[in-house]
């Protein structure tokens, strides 16, 4: 019962690089989120997900990309990383976006130089 | 633009006491509340969600209030345990959104 898993769980990467978080869950949850936690800033919801192919913009969607082919996976895409987006970034998924619970996966630490 | 506050941002309790963690939103239309603990360094865990048209939520040693005309919610964590040191936040559903906002948390510390 692997619930809601991320990879990497630690990412350097350099200003300007692409890289992709992955999220996947075991669920068969509709709906899938993107948030990233920073101080002073806590947690906000970059984007997220209804079902397969549906997608919208959270409150902080620029510089992220996302795309869900499959139910299960919901993968992010920084298209050039920059410093200010260092933070720590958590996947969550939810039987419906209204009536169920979140649940949050561990987290991916990623660091922009 | 809703905001959800919490109060206070740190509480250091000796073990056995019993406790209120407070949150409060600006905005009543919401649709749900839902509590997490966040442990160092882990993702969030969460812990109750209380519907709008609910007053409140047990589960275990932990029950939810929410006081939506007021804007308030509670978390009652009775007699306390060290294993209950984390930091809790609370977030508010907005009706006709899915966005989760959430608030800045409580730090809390039991001590033995």
């Known amino acids: 019962d692997a619930g809601i898993t991320q990879s990497p769980r630690y990412k350097i990467t350099e200003t300007g690089r692409q890289v992709t978080l992955m999220c996947h869950q075991t669920?068969?949850?509709?709906?899938m989120f993107w948030y990233r936690q920073d101080l002073g800033h806590g947690l906000r919801l970059i984007y997220y997900?209804?079902?397969?192919?549906?997608?919208d913009k959270g409150e902080v969607p620029d510089g992220y990309v996302v795309s869900r082919s499959k139910t299960e996976n919901f993968p992010l895409t920084l298209e050039s990383a920059t410093r200010s987006q260092t933070s720590v970034y958590f996947c969550?998924?939810?039987?419906?976006?209204?009536?169920?619970?979140?649940?949050f996966g561990p987290g991916t630490r990623l660091t922009v130089t | 633009k809703q905001e959800v506050t919490q109060i206070p941002a740190a509480l250091s309790v000796p073990e056995g006491e019993n406790l209120v963690l407070n949150c409060s939103f600006t905005?009543?239309?919401?649709?749900?509340l839902q509590w997490f603990r966040q442990d160092p360094g882990k993702g969030l865990t969460s812990l109750l969600l209380?519907?709008?048209?609910?007053r409140e939520q047990t589960s275990g040693r932990l029950n939810a209030s929410l006081d939506k005309s007021s804007g308030r919610s509670t978390l009652y964590i009775a007699a306390s345990q060290p294993g209950d040191s984390a930091t809790y936040l609370c977030?508010?559903?907005?009706?006709?959104?899915?966005?989760?906002?959430f608030g800045s948390g409580t730090r809390l510390l039991v001590r033995p």
């Open positions: 969550a998924s939810s039987a419906d976006g209204m009536n169920y619970e979140q649940y």
């Open positions: 669920w068969s949850h509709s709906y």
């Open positions: 997900s209804a079902a397969a192919d549906i997608t």
């Open positions: 905005d009543s239309a919401i649709y749900n």
């Open positions: 209380i519907q709008s048209s609910q």
């Open positions: 977030a508010v559903l907005m009706d006709s959104s899915y966005k989760l906002i």
